[in-house]
């Protein structure tokens, strides 16, 4: 289904996190990803055991430090980033069966509107059924939708777009993330949870020069083990182990054997700080699914209510969308549980009286080619989908959909209508409340839309 381009973005983000083996070859010209060369492994000892790591700093943490910054924390707005892989198909998120060329581009992948629920803000268009729970939202002013976000002169490769979208700029070169440039700006050195990556590798949204952040599996499965094994009965005594060596190489005279030292006494104190977690205590039905995004969002609600100091979350959503084969089944699949997983955390916030401190930002590097190929999937277009999600949104949406008759580029993909460098700015802005000239390149050169009630 995914077209090698695709593949090889995966595989190279997934390299850049595994220990011991170098960065990826990269041919000339082509820009690196922005957190090369930070892997949680390599700094936890390069144990493949462990689920918690931490990144960046001058230096790591003293044992107490989480525990200090937990205990010192006021309360303030988190931003999530959910990333949608592979280039979603915004003509079919949102689709235009109102637009008369519609079912001419879409002979076979065009959808029926009478099954589906109309777009209040545009006649045109319908939200794919597998997408009712982020109608439902919308439909209470809680999602914002961007029908149409891109950037200028688009570049249709996987790893290019991405990248630009990570670091906030069309610019190969950068090798810090957009939150993690924003994390550097208000750094709490004694907090890596300002910026967590709930993954089992760094976001390269979240790469810092200097503020530390970390990388999370799940809150509940903090562990010392090895995941092949079924039953770790000597987990705590490694712990305690690792610990103790840790505390002894820490005072040490070498530099590497300090670095190591802190990380495995800082690994116990984390995992101590986390076993807190052993049961989420919700009172909503998350959906159930082998992924594990669900069961994340799941931790995440948790961990914002047990006050951890939580600035800014990313995460990858369910599902793969780069669908140049077979669209139908795997675009639906995806679209419905990370919809309703969505709608699930949105209702868990509720429920918890933290509704009004999280706001969820969903993106993907490019949409789709309007006209469906001969193998009843789509190819790399321009112009993508994107959501706004929390109950302090304007909703309605920002830009507009351009229309298949004169909203089409050369190539015949969707145009933007709105910035995703706009979008981001008024995010650090009106959201996290710092100067977004300090975080996105030439910030002032793109029109930020009013985002908040």
């Known amino acids: 289904m995914s077209c090698y381009d695709c593949n090889r973005t995966e595989l190279l983000r997934k390299a850049v996190a595994e220990a011991g083996r170098g960065l990826p070859a990269i041919e000339p010209g082509m820009p690196l990803p922005a957190g090369t060369g930070l892997s949680r492994r390599s700094f936890l000892l390069r144990s493949s055991g462990l689920a918690f790591a931490v990144f960046g700093g001058s230096a790591f943490l003293s044992p107490r430090a989480v525990e200090a910054a937990i205990e010192a924390a006021t309360p303030g707005r988190i931003l999530v980033s959910v990333f949608l892989s592979g280039g979603a198909d915004t003509l079919s998120v949102l689709f235009p069966a109102g637009d008369p060329l519609y079912h001419q581009f879409r002979p076979v992948l065009g959808l029926d509107p009478a099954s589906a629920t109309p777009f209040a803000e545009d006649t045109r ?83 810092t020069v200097s503020a530390p952040v970390a990388a999370l599996d799940s809150p509940d499965t903090f562990a ?28 040490g005279g070498d530099p590497a054997l300090q670095q190591a030292g802190n990380a495995a006494k800082q690994s116990l104190h984390l995992h101590t700080q986390l076993g807190t977690f052993s049961n989420f205590n919700t009172k909503v039905t998350y959906p159930t699914s082998t992924d594990p995004f669900p069961h994340r969002l799941a931790g995440l609600a948790a961990m914002i209510q047990a006050g951890l100091p939580l600035r800014c979350v990313s995460i990858t959503a369910p599902g793969h969308y780069d669908t140049h084969a077979g669209q139908a089944q795997p675009l639906s699949s995806g679209l419905k549980l990370t919809s309703d997983a969505l709608l699930a955390f949105q209702r868990d916030l509720e429920q918890r009286g933290l509704a ?54 050369s190539q015949g993909n969707l145009v933007p209508t709105a910035d995703f460098r706009g979008v981001y700015g008024a995010l650090i802005a009106q959201w996290l409340g710092a100067d977004p000239t300090r975080v996105i390149p030439n910030a002032a050169a793109f029109t930020q839309p009013a985002l908040l009630r």
């Open 125 to 207: 268009l319908y939200w794919h059924p597998s997408t009712a729970s982020l109608a439902t939202l919308h439909g209470e002013g809680k999602v914002t939708v961007l029908p149409a976000i891109g950037y200028d002169h688009p570049d249709k490769s996987h790893f290019t777009s991405r990248h630009y979208w990570e670091v906030g700029a069309t610019d190969p070169h950068l090798r810090t993330g957009w939150l993690g440039r924003y994390l550097d700006t208000v750094n709490q050195p004694d907090n890596p949870l300002q910026g967590l990556s709930l993954d089992t590798g760094l976001q390269p949204s979240l790469a």
């Open 356 to 409: 009004d401190r999280v706001l969820v930002h969903v993106w993907s590097e490019f949409g789709r080619r309007a006209q469906e190929n001969g193998s009843q999937g789509t190819d790399h277009g321009a112009a993508g989908i994107g959501f706004l999600i929390g109950s302090r949104v304007r909703g309605g949406m920002i830009g507009e959909y351009p229309g298949l008759q004169s909203g089409l580029d």
């Open 224 to 251: 010392f083990s090895d995941s092949r094994i079924v039953s770790f009965p000597l987990e705590a005594q490694m712990l305690k182990a690792a610990g103790a060596l840790g505390s002894a190489h820490a005072v």
